[in-house]
């Protein structure tokens, strides 16, 4: 290798290695809390802290798009000395929310966390969404709640039943976790979508890609959804494309991370792929070939 | 029907979330600050304009996740002061 490959090979592991994909699950996370609050405070004109998540999800974004100037940079300085620019690990944004969070184990003499007092609120709210009425076991005031629940894990389940359109498994999945475990499907799915669909499309989204994602995915989720407002959808498809979203009506908080976690089973279905390829040690799926590819339409 | 006891565990879970955004948040500043000692040590000397524009933007990265973290630390304080008058 001559000096000049090395420089080029350290650059491209620089670039790759920006944290892009820590940005994006940070964001998502303050969205999914922006969310929650907002729907706390729907009548108290106390603000609880609502402004100032809005202000670091405006700084969040501001970030992630000087990364990507960075990398941009970083690309054109190696065509300018005369290497390809292109990033030689791909886009592993994707495999970031998908890593089991390293929590330190708790103290031998810890009490234990507090049960979650949600599980009821996010039951309504699934059976809303899904049509599919929680397990009678689970709809008793003096039913334990479930602990937490690795999310990847979640996400891999739900893409299994939305892959075999069953929506009595889907319902089944979603009423078994807590609530947090549940919200938290939004940081996790944001990068996956965003890789996902670049497959399915066979180039980064962009924002004229908005109604192709849609026409390939709408059908599909709202089957699996029917209780979903499409805003929810719209306003996924828009991140995921870098436009912007739509303006609309509030929704429940757990609608995003609900319809999130359905797309991405809806996009990796569309992929030929199954549930496996979402595990962050998984290999590298093989991307489409041929540029032109266009996503077959939904219906 | 709502209790306060919900209100407050609804609270409580938008805080996790911002408590687990600061982390993430945490961990991108220390990947993109060896990141530009990275950059720093290999474009040592270089006087293209990309590698000016690099730096910069990595730098503005910095910054604005150290402003991120800022107004999450002031969100939690606000949000815990709600919680406290329920």
């Known amino acids: 290798m001559s000096l000049l490959q090395e420089l080029g090979a350290q650059l491209r592991a620089t670039s790759d290695e920006l944290p892009t994909g820590l940005v994006t699950v940070a964001m998502e996370r303050l969205r999914s809390a922006t969310d929650l609050l907002n ?27 000087a990364l990507r100037l ?33 929590e330190p184990a708790p103290a031998p003499d810890a009490a234990p966390p507090p049960p979650e007092k949600l599980g009821s609120w ?36 739900v893409a299994g039943g939305v892959r075999s359109g069953d929506r009595a498994k889907l319902g089944r999945d979603l009423h078994a976790v807590s609530a947090s475990s549940g919200l938290a499907l939004s940081a996790v799915t944001s ?7 670049g497959d399915l499309l066979g180039h980064e989204p962009r924002a004229d890609d908005v109604g192709r994602l849609r026409s390939a995915a709408a059908g599909r ?22 436009a912007p979203a739509p303006e609309g009506a509030q929704t429940h908080p757990a609608d995003s991370a609900v319809t999130a976690s359905v797309l991405t089973g809806v996009l990796l279905a569309r992929l030929g792929r199954d549930e496996s390829s979402l595990d962050p040690a998984a290999p590298e799926p093989l991307r489409q070939p041929d540029p032109q590819r266009r996503p077959e339409t939904d219906g | ?65 150290e402003e991120c973290l800022g107004a999450t630390l002031l969100a939690i304080e606000q949000a815990q002061t709600y919680t406290a008058t329920l």
């Open chain 1, 122 to 157: 996010w039951r309504k709210r699934v059976e809303e969404l899904t049509g599919e009425a929680p397990p009678a076991a689970t709809q008793s005031e003096s039913a334990p709640e479930p602990g937490k629940t690795d999310t990847a894990e979640l996400l891999r389940k």
């Open chain 1, 191 to 197: 990068p996956v979508l965003r890789r996902l669909a």
């Open chain 1, 221 to 242: 989720v709202k089957s699996l959804l029917p209780g979903a407002p499409p805003a929810v959808l719209e306003t996924l498809i828009a991140r995921v494309c870098r």
């Open chain 2, 1 to 65: 029907m709502a209790s306060v006891a919900e209100v407050r565990a609804a609270v409580d879970a938008a805080l996790q979330q911002v408590t687990e955004s600061q982390a993430a948040i945490q961990a991108a500043r220390e990947k993109l600050g060896e990141a530009q000692q990275s950059l720093a040590a290999a474009l040592d000397g270089s006087a293209n304009d990309a590698v000016g524009a690099a730096h910069a933007s990595l730098s503005q990265a910095d910054q604005q996740l």
């Open chain 1, 39 to 65: 729907w706390v405070r729907q009548t108290s004109v106390d603000p609880i802290g609502v402004p100032q998540l809005g202000n670091a999800i405006e700084h969040a974004e501001h970030a992630a798009a």
């Open chain 1, 70 to 102: 960075a990398q941009d940079a970083i690309a054109a300085y190696l065509a300018a000395v005369g290497l390809s620019g292109d990033p030689g690990g791909g886009d592993q944004d994707w495999r970031q929310g998908l890593k089991r969070s390293e």
